[in-house]
């Protein structure tokens, strides 16, 4: 199975799109600063997921949730996650 999921930084109101086999191990990877596209957002919770059978259509919408039209689809679709703090 693969995944696409946005994560999102309430520190800085920023979401992120990727693609992983195991989206747990993948939020590890993101917090703890490893990853250099989203270091200088930490910290990131998961906000949405989605799951596919093929790596091929795990890209193809990982692709689209990236475009101008995806980022619309998720301003329409997606909940910025509330804080744990408030």
Known sequence: MHFVYIIYSHKFAR??????????????????GTVKSTKAFLPWVVCYQEVFETI??????????????????????????RSSTG
């Not at 990236?66 to 329409?76: L, Y």
């Open 15 to 32: 979401f992120y799109v990727g693609m992983s086999q195991d989206v747990k191990e993948r939020l590890r990877q993101h917090n703890s």
């Open 56 to 81: 091929e259509e795990a890209r193809k919408r990982e692709k689209y949730l990236k475009s101008a039209a995806g980022r619309r689809w998720r301003k329409n679709n997606i909940e910025r996650p």
